[in-house]
């Protein structure tokens, strides 16, 4: 891919969007289409396409699979740790009208959030695991 | 606090696999598995006495209410499935850290850890929800994680047999799932109870009988119900020891009570045993399963595969048990989804240890064992008693009671094959105890000593509840017995 510079120059000038895009995506989506699950898939795809164009393992410099690791199980334990706060707060195991037991409400929109969010974290991270597993192959 | 048991015993599980991938490598990540499995135990322990004491346990998810939101609801049956599936989960575990540390490479034990912990969060997911879309989700789960477990054993065939069983199983929770969406067609809902309220009304149309088809498929296809058992015996052979004995014990009899759960509190005795009977095909499938099996099980030359049809001829005998649908059947059944996971979970862990020792699962492996490992392979010897079906074992229980079923509705053939396949049994553990106790050991092979402490204990608590559960009955036969009379009458 060394001498593809229009691909380079366009991967370059595109993936802050394709990133700032994902938390749009992240965060929008309680008015709109969108999620943890579609965010996070277009993250990954803004590092797959830097993998791609730039190698793998330059990805992995920015993205290391340590890194990847870690995400992949704090995304879970966000969205396990929304529930055990439910139930410290009193209420049932994801019921977010205990986080606010003035405004049940606010207390949706902030469960639906962080749950969204490790949703987010982790499907990014796995997505991308899944495609260092599948260059590292390639590679070797 | 027991208000909040049923989701703590999923979430246990389910918060150790993320804390198993932080923990990364050093010997963190088991001793968070040990925790959560031992923790999961004495939720579930918990949750069978109060509901033995006060009746079913209902539990709504994030505060939503039945038809909508998901629910667990825990009665007799299931608490007893968690039991058995947290209590070998725990075992397991703990008899897991020499067998892993010599079958799995370093760097990829606390994923090995990690894909154990969701496997379990799968199988206590399935067993405790009310919610038939959420009984496959958890399906998914455990399914995605064993396929994980038994790719990770050490010979590259682990591989094959993982992918085989990746197909199969896929195929099987495929059916499930389809047959879940045209009930919800019919019906408009998701949840267990209501599903078994609604389904009367509409139990004529071709789409609930088709739903029914692909439910049975699919489930067979599960709990390797012969003749779709063709992915188990390369699944239990291939995979890390630690997780065949994981696996024997549990994955197939959760997929069992799945079957049981559907038959009878969703589609409903009328349905399945009246309408349609299932119990001819069934009981067909389980006594060619029972002998087939048994006889194939005595032509195998490595002990885990040997094993491995013995379980399928095993699910044979539950199944059997549920196709007689009366009390007695449905008791025996049960109570040998429990006694088997016990028996299977420890034949599997012991066989662990002689892998740890020898190096392989192989018969010739197991020559003059009797000398070298005495306390294994006798063991090993009273779990066969047990398959066998010896009166002071459970296996001889789980029997009686099928005979007893068989007897009551007439069915002979039934009688006389259990018998002859337990004279198949005697041939198979018989084919072991001779290579471990009247051959030699090759003078060239290295010496072998005794099976460590930490696998010796936990294999002989689930032997010896063999023999306990064998002679004191009480216990097991008496929920089994309140699960069944629960099916049969109180539910629906």
Same mark, same amino acid.
Request: glycine content about 10%; some cysteine; hydrophobic content about 55%.
């Given at each position: 891919?060394?001498?593809h510079?229009?691909?380079?120059?366009?991967t370059?000038?595109?993936l802050?969007?394709?990133?700032?895009f994902?938390?749009?995506t992240?965060?929008?989506?309680?008015y709109?289409?969108?999620?943890?699950?579609?965010?996070g898939?277009i993250?990954a795809?803004a590092i797959? #396409?830097?993998g791609l164009i730039f190698?793998?393992?330059? +990805?992995?410099?920015?993205v290391?699979?340590? +890194?990847?690791y870690?995400?992949?199980a704090?995304g879970i334990?966000?969205y +396990?740790?929304?529930g055990?706060a439910?139930i410290l #707060?009193?209420?049932?195991y994801l019921?977010?009208n205990a986080?606010?037991?003035?405004?049940?409400v606010?207390?949706q929109?902030?469960?639906? #959030?962080?749950?969204?969010?490790?949703?987010?974290i982790t499907?990014?991270?796995?997505?991308?695991c899944?495609?260092?597993?599948f260059a590292?192959? #390639?590679?070797? | 606090?027991?208000?909040e048991?049923?989701?703590i015993?999923?979430? /246990?599980p389910l918060? !150790?696999a993320?804390?198993?991938?932080l923990?990364a490598?050093?010997?963190?990540?088991?001793w968070?598995a $040990?925790?959560?499995?031992?923790?999961?135990l @004495?939720v579930?322990?918990? *949750?069978?006495?109060?509901?033995? %004491?006060?009746?079913p346990?209902?539990?709504?998810l994030g505060g939503w209410a039945? =038809?909508?939101g998901?629910?667990?609801?825990?009665? =007799?049956?299931?608490s007893f499935?968690l039991l058995?599936?947290?209590?070998l989960g725990?075992?397991?575990?703990?008899?897991a850290?020499k067998?892993?540390?010599s079958e799995? =490479?370093?760097?990829?034990?606390?994923f090995?850890y990690?894909?154990?912990?969701?496997c379990?969060?799968?199988?206590?997911?399935?067993?405790?929800t009310g919610?038939?879309f959420?009984?496959?989700? @958890?399906l998914?789960?455990?399914? *995605?994680?064993?396929?994980?477990l038994?790719?990770?054993g050490? &010979?590259?065939?682990?591989?094959?047999a993982?992918?085989?069983?990746?197909?199969m199983g896929?195929?099987?929770s495929?059916?499930?799932?389809?047959?879940?969406?045209? *009930?919800?067609?019919?019906?408009g809902?998701?949840n267990?109870?209501?599903?078994?309220?609604?389904?009367?009304?509409?139990?004529d149309?071709?789409t609930?009988?088709i739903?029914?088809?692909?439910f049975?498929?699919?489930?067979s296809?599960?709990?390797?119900? @012969?003749?779709l058992?063709?992915?188990l =015996?390369?699944?239990?052979t291939y995979?890390?020891?630690?997780?065949?004995?994981?696996?024997?014990?549990?994955?197939?009899k959760?997929a069992?009570?799945?079957?049981?759960r559907?038959l009878?509190?969703?589609y409903?005795?009328?349905?399945?045993?009246?309408?349609i009977?299932?119990?001819q095909?069934?009981g067909?499938?389980?006594?060619?399963?029972i002998?087939?099996?048994? %006889?194939?099980?005595i032509? &195998?030359?490595?002990?885990k595969r040997l094993?491995?049809?013995?379980?399928?001829?095993q699910?044979?005998?539950?199944v059997?048990?549920?196709?007689f649908?009366?009390v007695n059947?449905l008791t025996? !059944?049960?109570?040998?989804l429990f006694?088997?996971?016990?028996?299977? !979970?420890?034949?599997?862990l012991?066989?662990?240890a002689?892998v740890y020792?020898?190096?392989?699962?192989?018969l010739?492996a197991?020559?003059?064992l009797?000398r070298s490992?005495? /306390?294994t392979? @006798?063991?090993?010897?009273?779990?066969?008693?047990g398959?066998?079906?010896?009166?002071l074992?459970v !296996?001889? /229980?789980?029997?009686?009671? $099928?005979?007893?079923?068989?007897?009551e509705?007439?069915h002979?053939?039934a009688?006389?094959?259990? $018998?002859l396949?337990?004279l198949l049994a005697?041939i198979?553990v018989w084919?072991v105890?001779?290579?471990?106790?009247?051959?030699?050991?090759?003078?060239s092979?290295?010496p072998?000593?005794?099976?460590p402490l930490s696998?010796l204990?936990p294999?002989a608590i689930l032997v010896?509840?063999?023999?306990?559960?064998?002679?004191?009955?009480?216990?097991?036969v008496?929920?089994?017995?309140?699960?069944?009379?629960?099916l049969?009458g109180?539910?629906?």
């Amino acid at each position: 891919m060394r001498h593809h510079s229009i691909l380079r120059a366009v991967t370059k000038f595109f993936l802050p969007y394709i990133l700032l895009f994902a938390l749009y995506t992240q965060f929008h989506g309680d008015y709109g289409p969108g999620g943890g699950f579609q965010a996070g898939v277009i993250f990954a795809a803004a590092i797959i #396409l830097y993998g791609l164009i730039f190698t793998p393992k330059l +990805a992995r410099r920015v993205v290391p699979y340590r +890194a990847v690791y870690i995400f992949m199980a704090l995304g879970i334990l966000l969205y +396990a740790g929304v529930g055990i706060a439910t139930i410290l #707060l009193g209420g049932n195991y994801l019921d977010y009208n205990a986080l606010n037991h003035h405004h049940p409400v606010h207390g949706q929109h902030l469960g639906i #959030l962080l749950v969204e969010l490790g949703v987010g974290i982790t499907v990014a991270a796995v997505v991308i695991c899944i495609y260092y597993a599948f260059a590292d192959r #390639l590679e070797s | 606090m027991i208000a909040e048991h049923p989701v703590i015993q999923v979430l /246990i599980p389910l918060l !150790g696999a993320p804390l198993c991938v932080l923990a990364a490598r050093g010997v963190f990540a088991y001793w968070v598995a $040990l925790a959560c499995s031992l923790a999961s135990l @004495f939720v579930a322990t918990r *949750l069978l006495t109060s509901v033995m %004491a006060t009746g079913p346990i209902v539990y709504e998810l994030g505060g939503w209410a039945a =038809p909508w939101g998901i629910e667990y609801r825990i009665g =007799p049956l299931n608490s007893f499935v968690l039991l058995l599936v947290a209590l070998l989960g725990a075992l397991v575990m703990l008899a897991a850290k020499k067998s892993v540390d010599s079958e799995i =490479p370093r760097e990829r034990r606390h994923f090995f850890y990690a894909a154990m912990m969701l496997c379990q969060t799968g199988l206590l997911g399935i067993t405790i929800t009310g919610d038939a879309f959420n009984v496959f989700v @958890f399906l998914e789960i455990a399914a *995605l994680s064993s396929y994980i477990l038994i790719a990770m054993g050490h &010979q590259r065939r682990a591989l094959y047999a993982s992918y085989q069983y990746l197909i199969m199983g896929t195929i099987g929770s495929t059916f499930i799932l389809i047959s879940i969406g045209l *009930l919800y067609q019919m019906t408009g809902t998701l949840n267990m109870a209501d599903l078994a309220a609604r389904l009367p009304a509409v139990g004529d149309t071709r789409t609930v009988l088709i739903s029914f088809a692909f439910f049975m498929v699919g489930v067979s296809l599960k709990m390797a119900l @012969f003749p779709l058992h063709m992915w188990l =015996p390369n699944a239990y052979t291939y995979a890390p020891s630690a997780v065949s004995a994981f696996l024997a014990a549990t994955a197939t009899k959760v997929a069992v009570y799945v079957m049981i759960r559907f038959l009878f509190s969703i589609y409903g005795p009328a349905f399945a045993f009246e309408k349609i009977d299932v119990s001819q095909i069934l009981g067909a499938l389980a006594l060619v399963g029972i002998v087939l099996m048994s %006889a194939a099980a005595i032509f &195998q030359t490595n002990v885990k595969r040997l094993l491995a049809y013995s379980s399928v001829a095993q699910i044979g005998y539950i199944v059997l048990g549920i196709s007689f649908a009366n009390v007695n059947g449905l008791t025996g !059944g049960i109570v040998h989804l429990f006694n088997h996971g016990l028996m299977k !979970g420890g034949l599997f862990l012991t066989v662990a240890a002689v892998v740890y020792r020898v190096g392989s699962s192989d018969l010739n492996a197991f020559r003059g064992l009797g000398r070298s490992m005495p /306390i294994t392979m @006798f063991l090993f010897v009273l779990g066969g008693l047990g398959m066998i079906g010896v009166p002071l074992t459970v !296996g001889f /229980i789980s029997k009686w009671y $099928l005979i007893l079923a068989a007897i009551e509705t007439g069915h002979w053939l039934a009688v006389a094959l259990v $018998l002859l396949s337990s004279l198949l049994a005697v041939i198979y553990v018989w084919r072991v105890v001779e290579f471990a106790y009247f051959q030699p050991r090759d003078r060239s092979s290295d010496p072998v000593g005794e099976a460590p402490l930490s696998m010796l204990v936990p294999t002989a608590i689930l032997v010896l509840a063999t023999i306990v559960f064998g002679v004191s009955t009480e216990w097991t036969v008496g929920v089994a017995r309140a699960a069944a009379v629960f099916l049969l009458g109180g539910h629906s």
